[in-house]
């Protein structure tokens, strides 16, 4: 199995709603990635799980809190997000390190009214 | 600060053609290079790594070069299809490797 799902597959929300995105793999990756990708720009890395640590915070605002349950979950729980926040939401796996082939998945389309 | 720069215009090209993409960048010495694919409304999908005492990577009809002098990258399809078309991107890396920084793609049309 060499795909990373994630859900919802969309999601609109009001800027005072509390939601998750999930995202799984079973291919035994121990890095998980979470990127932000506006559209006609490339994917913003936000965060890298390594091991189920949290490995890279790339300076994300607080309303947005990753969460690594195991090794095969990945989170991003969201809350009092602003109208800019809208985006695809990737999540992606590794073997080890990043240079090794990411698999991504298909995404999540957040809509923040 | 770290810039990438790829083709900002799309490229369309006709069937049958070799497409050459270009990844500039500045202010980086990466030690590993990827291109990824990425269809719209999906994520990206991973076609080739190149590291930095690499010159050349083939694969099938896809051809990477990686000139750490000229800080640039190039990515061929021969033979392209229809099929091909889709954006493109290229991806760097440090040598800590768990840091991803992409450029913002060349979207390629391949016209039959």
């Known amino acids: 199995d060499t795909e990373v799902t994630q859900t919802p597959k969309h999601l609109v929300m009001g800027m005072t709603n509390k939601k998750s995105l999930k995202c799984e793999q079973h291919?035994?990756?121990?890095?998980m990635y979470w990127y932000k990708q506006k559209a006609k720009k490339p994917p913003e890395l936000m965060f890298v799980?390594?091991?189920?640590?949290?490995?890279i915070n790339e300076s994300v605002p607080s309303r947005f809190s990753p969460e690594c349950p195991n090794s095969s979950l990945l989170n991003l729980h969201l809350h009092a997000l602003q109208p800019e926040d809208s985006a695809l939401y990737l999540c992606?796996?590794?073997?080890?390190?990043?240079?090794?082939?990411?698999?991504f998945g298909p995404g999540t389309r957040l809509t923040v009214l | 600060s770290q810039k990438i720069e790829q083709n900002s215009e799309a490229l369309n090209i006709q069937e049958g053609k070799t497409a050459t993409l270009t990844c500039n960048y500045t202010?980086?010495?990466?030690?590993?290079l990827q291109w990824y694919r990425q269809d719209p409304g999906r994520g990206p999908v991973f076609l080739l790594l190149i590291r930095e005492n690499e010159k050349e990577k083939r694969k099938e009809r896809l051809k990477v070069t990686f000139d750490t002098t000229l800080k640039q990258s190039l990515f061929h399809i021969t033979a392209s299809q229809p099929a091909d078309s889709a954006t493109y991107l290229c991806?760097?890396?440090?040598?800590?490797?768990?840091?991803?920084?992409f450029g913002a793609g060349t979207r390629l049309f391949v016209k039959a």
């Open positions: 991806a760097l890396h440090n040598t800590g490797g768990f840091k991803t920084i």
């Open positions: 992606a796996s590794s073997q080890g390190r990043a240079y090794n082939e990411q698999f």
């Open positions: 291919m035994g990756h121990r890095a």
């Open positions: 202010n980086y010495s990466p030690a590993y």
């Open positions: 799980y390594s091991y189920e640590k949290l490995s």
